[in-house]
């Protein structure tokens, strides 16, 4: 069973540039949701895709989009970047939807803006 | 809105003390209650969970128990290792909503 992983590791944009993430979820999972993490805090949830579908937006502006394919893997994309930004952005995949259900994280991406 | 609050880090422990990390929560409903851990430069694994008022979670000698009175989810271990150097995050989530992190406290086990 393949994990969540997430591409690039590491990554260095400036101020005023886009950037896309990417993410392919765990085998059979039909949920992805994106998690900004700033240092020294806990992740702050931006979205989360079910079926290719937005199913849930954090308190994040609209320049934070998102997509999921086909097969799950996701993409987050965020536009006009500030240097607020600068975070490590985590991924995680789940199995549908319940109060129970438990998400596996991926090692994320960590985004500087200079 | 859903908030959880956790007790300040860092903390450190000598090897083979006891852990506590005191976490609390505001919710809406009768929400899960999840520990999450990070270990340097790794993503969030999940620690253990409880789903429903004195339910106990459990693995690798960590535990919590979901108290509805007190509205807390602590988290304990008998004997601390220095593998368990980390930080561990409270969290919560409703049914339909999201899942919402407390800001994590650091632990540092010494030898």
């Known amino acids: 069973e393949t994990g969540v992983t997430q591409s690039p590791t590491h990554l260095i944009k400036t101020r005023g540039q886009q950037v896309t993430l990417r993410c392919s979820s765990q085998?059979?999972?039909?949920?992805v949701s994106w998690y900004q993490q700033a240092l020294g805090q806990g992740p702050q949830f931006i979205f989360q895709y079910y079926r290719e579908e937005e199913n849930g937006r954090g308190n994040f502006p609209p320049r934070f989009s998102g997509l999921q394919f086909p097969n799950y893997s996701s993409e987050l994309n965020v536009n006009a970047l500030e240097l607020d930004d600068s975070a490590l952005y985590l991924c995680a995949s789940s199995l549908g939807e319940g109060r129970t259900y438990e998400q596996y994280f991926g090692p994320g991406t960590r985004l500087t803006v200079t | 809105g859903n908030s959880v609050t956790q007790m300040e880090g860092p903390v450190t422990l000598s090897e083979e003390a006891f852990l506590t990390i005191n976490c609390t929560y505001t919710a809406t409903g009768y929400p899960s209650l999840f520990w999450y851990v990070q270990y340097p430069g790794e993503g969030l694994q999940l620690l253990l969970k409880?789903?429903?008022?004195?339910d106990k979670g459990s693995n690798k000698g960590f535990e919590a128990t979901y108290r509805k009175e007190t509205t807390s989810f602590h988290l304990e271990k008998g004997s601390v290792q220095v593998s368990d150097s980390a930080v561990y995050f409270c969290?919560?989530?409703?049914?339909?909503?999201?899942?919402?992190f407390g800001p994590g406290t650091r632990l540092s086990v010494l030898p």
């Open positions: 409880a789903t429903k008022a004195d």
């Open positions: 085998s059979g999972h039909n949920t």
């Open positions: 969290a919560l989530k409703g049914y339909g909503q999201n899942f919402v």
